[in-house]
């Protein structure tokens, strides 16, 4: 039985700040009127499953992608750039690799080309230990750890990794395009006055976004389990970055480090920065949230100290004590 080619495209929206739930759901629901397989992908992009469209508009799967960017354009000035592939996966790591306005196609029969020559760090889901233990052992594209025997592979990273880094290697991706609605979330945002190269600005922005999120959380009795980092830069590009915290919290430290482990992964070098976004995500009850015990005397006297610092803030103003690398 013969199936149909599926054809997913994946929009990066070129904003200057991240959209607000009503303004992310008025742009689901506008994109919505050329398919109704839509799914957010926060903070900056939504992916689209066009199969189903393309018999109604008779076009090709690249213009049906053209239609959409100049819908989001013509209706609320929102410039994008697209990837374009048969699943989820390639179609964002192809809008990734387009420059800000243009889009990139990869036809299924041209996706194993397309893979093999690019970093292994690239495929969503491999972060810099995984990649750094692929390096230690000479494999640093996606090409080389697709012609790997699955048992090295095994040997190198587990069982279950190992599959799943071995099925993206090959281009495979089997999950549906969904709609859903934004997930909860914390976000805080900076845009600088001028492109930033210095990294001990860019290590100040991110820790004081995440010590915002921190604050808020612990005000709004909620822990996050997932961090994202968005870094924008003068050419309106984008790289976003997203962890796994190891226990869900609302504990400032924990945060900024997650954050700043992040920032260190980009490898900014001379990278020239326009605006970072911090977002907590995986939301919950802080009354439902447990923490692994601790017999480091050292972690209950951080979080009395957090406690008290909280209430010098309400007391006196968000300014009241803030951590020593963001003092004037």
């Known amino acids: 039985m013969n199936t149909r080619q599926r054809y997913v495209a994946h929009l990066h929206l070129h904003l200057p700040t991240e959209p607000s ?72 790591m192809a809008a990734d690799a387009s420059a800000p306005g243009d889009t990139t196609w990869v036809p299924a029969g041209q996706a194993a080309a397309w893979l093999y020559p690019r970093p292994v760090a690239t495929l969503p889901g491999i972060g810099r230990a995984t990649a750094q233990t692929l390096g230690k052992y000479g494999l640093h594209t996606i090409g080389q750890v697709a012609d790997l025997p699955p048992a090295t592979l095994q040997r190198l990273l587990g069982a279950g990794p190992a599959r799943l880094l071995a099925e993206r290697a090959r281009g495979g991706d089997p999950r549906p395009v969904t709609r859903t609605e934004p997930a909860e979330h914390v976000a805080a945002d900076l845009v600088l006055d001028r ?52 226990e869900a919290t ?37 009354g439902s949230t447990y923490w692994q015990l601790s017999l480091d005397p050292g972690a209950a006297r951080a979080r009395a100290a957090e406690a008290a610092a909280d209430r010098a803030r309400r007391r006196f103003g968000p300014r009241a004590v803030r951590p020593a690398a963001l003092a004037d």
């Open 250 to 286: 609302d504990h400032s430290p924990a945060l900024t480090g997650a954050a700043l482990g992040l920032l260190t992964a980009l490898g900014l070098q001379r990278a020239r920065v326009r605006s970072f976004a911090v977002r907590a995500d995986d939301l919950r009850p802080a």
């Open 21 to 92: 739930e009503a303004e992310y759901n008025d742009i689901i629901e506008l994109v919505s009127g050329i398919t109704p397989f839509v799914q957010a992908v926060p903070p900056y992009a939504v992916q689209l499953d066009l199969t189903s469209a393309l018999r109604y508009f008779d076009l090709s799967p690249y213009d049906v992608v053209q239609l959409a960017k100049l819908r989001l354009k013509a209706f609320y000035g929102i410039d994008s750039s697209a990837g374009l592939a048969n699943n989820r996966m390639l179609a964002a």
């Open 195 to 246: 492109d930033c190269l210095d990294p001990a600005r860019r290590h100040r922005a991110v820790l004081g976004l995440a010590d915002q999120i921190g604050q808020r959380l612990r005000r709004e009795r909620q822990t996050a389990g997932r961090l994202t980092l968005t870094v924008r830069y003068a050419d309106r590009s984008s790289t976003t970055r997203t962890c796994a915290l190891p």
